[in-house]
């Protein structure tokens, strides 16, 4: 996320979550089916759903630790966050 490029008024009305408060701007993030299949897939649907084609990625990480690399990494941190969700490949966990 280290490229940046002006965001447009369509994505300042539809995809607002995803412009940076300070300058306006988006960092994209190019998703081919060849590289990643399932993600694809589903900014596919989400794009059929909603007319919007891209879905807002953010670093999945607690404050002061690193992202989330495995499987370990991403149960710890919904454990020790108010998130209730996880989907892990074909699973969903649910925080109780």
Known sequence: MCITFDSTIDAKKDIPASIHPYDA???PQIVTKEYNHDYYEIIE??????GIG???NTSFNLHGEPNVLTP???LHTVENSELKYLAMGDYLFVKK
């Open 45 to 50: 649907e989400f794009s059929k759903i909603t």
């Open 25 to 27: 701007t988006i960092r």
């Open 54 to 56: 891209g879905i807002l």
């Open 72 to 74: 370990e990494d991403a």
